[in-house]
């Protein structure tokens, strides 16, 4: 099938991907003035009196906003908020399919931070969720950090978080295979936008002790100009053999693989570099950094992309349902560290030991167990935590 044809003449049917349908019946009177005037009017004062009642008295317990600015769309890059939609809508389809989460999707036009932070905090209201997706580093991060410190809902940037829980789980499997522990393998990581850099922070949390990070210009060492503020704070706690060089030098001697970057720019002979039993996620889409069938026929053990027609794939839509699940029903004031880690874990869960080989570490997407799994580990988690408002 040629997908790029295919799915246009489909979008061009469907005429959109998602739509509002009404739960409550309206035929007569009397449904009428239960359901709008005069009979709103009471639920309105109870919220009044107390605004957590929205969650009671609304479906506000069960809506997210999928927000866009337009600036980093797939692979597209900046094509504009307004062309991003299709990408919204499918987000929103894939949290109603896999998590049965309302997603309203939101395209807003503006590249301006305090714009952006503004007008999404001023909305916040109408949901119980914030899903930040395709907003361009490193404006990304400060969107999301501003966001968590005035909002009292979860604000979840799906780009950085859910990749990096996804990753996280496919690793915690990945080095059972090999034989590996997770504070004795070097990690590269090359892409250091905002994919690779929550990638880093994740797997430091999850227990990495030694990782290299990489981007264009090379290696990122400390006291480098052209860093970002981002990828300055990770130069300060990994690379700390103060490698400068590229990434085939980072490569060499190297545990695990991981790529967030570009097409094509990993070699045969960078994996033949790498220790035994390598592991390799050559993430880049739609083409990866190397071919699948080259990193293993260079020695790499396990391999996974994002890609669906490969084996291991690592895809964004085993977290961030089951994620949104379970925080909205616990009602959480936000998604933190403790509920992403349990989302890793719960995912890696799923593929026993007697299931797991090098082929097949992660589960896969329509496994229906996934988004329950996750739902219950970020609930319970939320819980421990005290961020649950139950």
């Known amino acids: 099938m040629n997908y790029a044809e295919e799915s246009l003449k489909k979008h061009y049917e469907w005429k959109g991907k998602i739509e509002v349908t009404q739960r409550v019946e309206v035929k007569s009177k009397e449904d009428l003035s239960l359901a709008y005037t005069p009979g709103v009017a009471t639920p309105c004062l109870e919220i009044q009196k107390d605004e957590s009642k929205s969650y009671d008295l609304t479906r506000r317990w069960n809506t997210v906003a999928v927000i866009t600015d337009g600036t980093a769309i797939l692979g597209l890059g900046d094509i504009g908020p307004v062309a991003g939609m299709p990408v919204m809508e499918g987000k929103a389809l894939l949290f109603k399919a896999f998590g049965?989460?309302?997603?309203?999707?939101?395209?807003?036009?503006?590249?301006?931070?305090?714009?952006?932070?503004?007008?999404?905090?001023?909305?916040?209201?109408?949901?119980?969720?914030?899903?930040?997706?395709?907003?361009?580093?490193?404006?990304?991060?400060?969107?999301?950090?501003?966001?968590?410190?005035?909002?009292?809902?979860?604000?979840?940037?799906?780009?950085?978080?859910?990749?990096?829980?996804?990753?996280?789980?496919?690793?915690i499997n990945a080095l059972k295979v090999v034989n590996k522990k997770m504070d004795g393998v070097r990690v590269v990581i090359n892409g250091a936008g905002s994919a690779g850099c929550a990638i880093a922070k994740f797997l430091l949390r999850l227990g990495v002790k030694d990782m290299i990070l990489c981007d264009r210009q090379g290696t990122l060492v400390e006291g480098k100009e052209w860093m970002t503020g981002a990828q300055a704070e990770l130069a300060?706690?990994?690379?700390?053999?103060?490698?400068?060089?590229?990434?085939?030098?980072?490569?060499?001697?190297?545990?695990?693989?991981?790529?967030?970057?570009?097409?094509?720019?990993?070699?045969?002979?960078?994996?033949?570099?790498?220790?035994?039993?390598?592991?390799?996620?050559?993430?880049?889409?739609?083409?990866?950094?190397?071919a699948p069938d080259l990193a293993l026929e260079a020695g790499a053990v396990v391999v996974g992309t994002g890609r669906s027609d490969f084996k291991n794939q690592i895809n964004n839509v085993l977290a961030f349902p089951g994620i949104f699940r379970g925080a909205l029903d616990a009602r959480a004031s936000q998604i933190n560290e403790e509920m992403k880690m349990a989302a890793a874990y719960g995912i890696a869960s799923l593929v026993s030991d007697e299931e797991l080989t090098a082929d097949y570490i992660i589960p896969k997407a329509f496994d229906e167990r996934v988004g329950k799994t996750v739902a219950k580990a970020v609930y319970d988690a939320a819980v421990k935590t005290g961020v649950s408002r139950i």
């Open 236 to 290: 300060a706690v990994t690379n700390r053999t103060l490698l400068d060089g590229t990434l085939a030098d980072a490569m060499k001697n190297a545990d695990v693989f991981i790529g967030v970057s570009a097409p094509n720019i990993v070699t045969k002979e960078m994996v033949k570099s790498m220790n035994e039993g390598a592991i390799v996620f050559p993430m880049a889409n739609p083409t990866p950094e190397i």
């Open 100 to 171: 049965d989460v309302d997603a309203i999707p939101l395209c807003i036009k503006s590249k301006d931070v305090d714009e952006l932070v503004r007008t999404i905090y001023l909305i916040s209201g109408s949901f119980g969720g914030i899903n930040l997706e395709d907003i361009s580093a490193p404006r990304c991060f400060e969107v999301e950090r501003r966001l968590q410190e005035i909002c009292d809902i979860p604000v979840f940037h799906d780009d950085q978080h859910g990749t990096a829980i996804v990753l996280g789980a496919a690793l």
